[in-house]
Structures are given as C-alpha cells and as structure tokens.
T-cell receptor, first 111, second 112 residues
Framework: TQLLEQSPQFLSIQEGENLTVYCNSS?????LQWYRQEPGEGPVLLVT?????EVKKLKRLTFQFGDARKDSSLHITAAQPGDTGLYLC???????????FGQGTELSVKP | DVKVTQSSRYLVKRTGEKVFLECVQD?????MFWYRQDPGLGLRLIYF???????EKGDIPEGYSVSREKKERFSLILESASTNQTSMYLC???????????FGPGTRLTVT
C-alpha cells in the first residue's frame, strides 16, 4: 500500500516567520500535488510538480519535488495570517487520476 | 467557472438509516471520486467512477455504495449508517485520467 507521510501535522507560528512542510513516501509517484483547504470548503489545488528535482514558486510559496519523486516539500517565506489553513499533499498513482493524500498540515499564522 | 456541488453541507442521521449524498459537476468531467476526510488521516478514497454506470472501489469501500446514472451526478450511499461513518465527505472530479481534482465544499455527516 502506498503511503504518504506529511509533517508536521500542526504548526502555529507568528506572522513573518518561515516554515517548511514535508511529504515523504517510500513509493514513487508520477506527480505530486499540493492543495490548500479552508474551513467549510473543499481543497483547492496550489501546484503540481511532475519532474524529479523540480522547483515551483507561487509568490511566497516554494514547492520542491525530490529527485527520486518520492518526497516533496512546501516552504512558505514570511508567513501571513492569510496563509492559515490546511495544506495537503497528494501523490498521483499510475492508475488513472487517483490520488493518495498525506494526513495534512494545519497551519495557523498569528498576527 | 468550474463548479462541483454537494447536496448538503450538514447532515444528521440516526444509526441504521439509509443515507444519500449527492454530487453534481458542471464541467462535463468523466471521472468522479468520493472521499472521506477525518482529522489526522487526510482524505481517503471510498469509490470512484470513470464513466456513466461504471464504478470502482477505492481504499475504504466497506459500508458504502455508489451510483452514476448520469455523467454529471455521482451519488454516495450509506446503506445502513453507523456512528463510525461520522465524517466529512468530499466529492471531486477531473477532466481526464490525471490532473487537478476539483472538489465540492463537502458534507459533514453526523450519525447518532
């Protein structure tokens, strides 16, 4: 069974701090997606990384896919209260669009 | 604009009741998914469908069934609800067999 371990599960930081969320697996994924979910809403895609070693930036968010396509990280620089939410990583299986999700990271950024 | 809607935001049912959760997408997507979301466990796939009248089991299908009579509609059925099925249920769709999944807002189901 493929597993995706996401850490930390909870993160409470002050505005302006930096943080990194990790997703690790022993399995290879064809791609890895990062979603953000706000209370009362479904997850919304932030980015997809496909190539081993790929780095993508979305304003203050930097996403990296490991060289072996087994792990990924999300780094947020100078976090803001608007970054508060649940961040989910999801590995795409080679079986027609099915995703396996990490446990999620609940981020709280205090002003 | 892409839209996935779910029939209810909140639902309270009694143990043993039959429960229907409906999901509708307006994007002409072929592939639809049902997940449940529990704290510390992320999203777990219950069932998915690649086409009308077609369904496949996900990772946790026990206690659930699904129906896809029309392309835009995918229903999740709890034949006899139990308290351990109290959860957030999320529906999603994708255009092809890979790519971004578009999620509905979720249904928070409580079984008492």
């Amino acid at each position: 069974t493929q597993l995706l371990e996401q850490s930390p599960q909870f993160l409470s930081i002050q505005e302006g701090e930096n943080l990194t969320v990790y997703c690790n697996s022993s399995s290879v994924f064809s791609s890895l997606q990062w979603y953000r979910q706000e209370p009362g809403e479904g997850p919304v895609l932030l980015v997809t990384v496909v190539t081993g070693g790929e780095v993508k930036k979305l304003k203050r968010l930097t996403f990296q896919f490991g060289d072996a396509r087994k792990d990924s990280s999300l780094h947020i620089t100078a976090a803001q209260p608007g970054d508060t939410g649940l961040y989910l990583c999801a590995g795409e299986r080679n079986q027609g669009g099915k995703l396996i999700f990490g446990q999620g990271t609940e981020l709280s950024v205090k002003p | 604009d892409v839209k996935v809607t779910q029939s209810s935001r909140y639902l309270v049912k009694r143990t043993g009741e039959k429960v229907f959760l409906e999901c509708v997408q307006d994007m002409d997507h072929e592939n639809m998914f049902w997940y449940r979301q529990d704290p510390g466990l992320g999203l777990r796939l219950i069932y998915f469908s690649y086409d009308v009248k077609m369904k496949e089991k996900g990772d946790i299908p026990e206690g659930y069934s699904v129906s896809r009579e029309k392309k835009e509609r995918f229903s999740l059925i709890l034949e006899s609800a139990s308290t351990n099925q109290t959860s957030m249920y999320l529906c999603a769709s994708i255009a092809q067999r890979r790519g971004e999944q578009y999620f509905g807002p979720g249904t928070r189901l409580t079984v008492t």
